[in-house]
């Protein structure tokens, strides 16, 4: 499956964000599949700080020289990326709601946790674990990671929930001492 789509928008009947990803089945003749799952207050208090982190922790792996500056590099990465998004509509285009089926039902998973799986040279992998039946796993590019980032930022902002997610903010004068002699 490829993905097609990430929307996230808040549910104020809820008091949670749903996630929806939207899928291309190569299989079945591009049929659109969905999997939905909500985002508690909590889930995403805990998931940003992990996301973050992860961001850094690729770019430190992939980059080792750069490893210092990973916090700027991930800074960087995410508004390049959402610039690039929005020159070419990523986050004008609606999501479309054309659906042929739900891998894993309509209703969406309620997440116990996330984890996040960084490795060398490859995306980020995002493993939604439900309290209950299955969950998914999904390999989010630098890109695409930034474009979620940017959803969950807008959704919570929606929310109203009395936190923001911030991007890591660098301090100019944390460089590390260097030995002139």
């Not at 508690?40 to 210092?68: F, G």
């Not at 610039?83 to 089926?101: A, C, W």
């Not at 980020?124 to 890109?143: A, K, R, W």
């Amino acid at each position: 499956m490829e993905l097609h789509q990430i929307h996230v928008h808040y549910q104020p009947g809820q008091d949670r964000l749903l996630a929806k990803f939207s899928f291309n089945d190569a299989a079945a003749d591009q049929a659109r599949q969905e999997i939905r799952c909500f985002l508690t207050r909590r889930i995403t208090m805990r998931l940003w700080p992990a996301m973050l982190e992860s961001m850094s922790k690729q770019v430190a792996i992939n980059q080792p020289a750069s490893a210092m500056f990973s916090k700027d590099i991930v800074q960087m990465e995410h508004q390049s990326s959402v610039v690039l998004l929005e020159q070419n509509g990523g986050f004008s285009t609606p999501y479309q709601e054309q659906v042929q089926t739900w891998p894993l039902g309509e209703t969406p998973l309620l997440l116990e946790t996330i984890q996040i799986h960084v490795q060398q040279d490859q995306p980020i992998q995002f493993e939604f674990v439900p309290l209950t039946d299955t969950g998914f796993s999904i390999n989010l590019t630098p890109v695409v990671l930034h474009a979620f980032c940017k959803l969950l930022q807008t959704a919570v902002t929606e929310a109203d929930w009395g936190f923001e997610l911030e991007m890591p903010v660098t301090d100019q004068n944390a460089l590390p001492a260097h030995r002139l002699n």
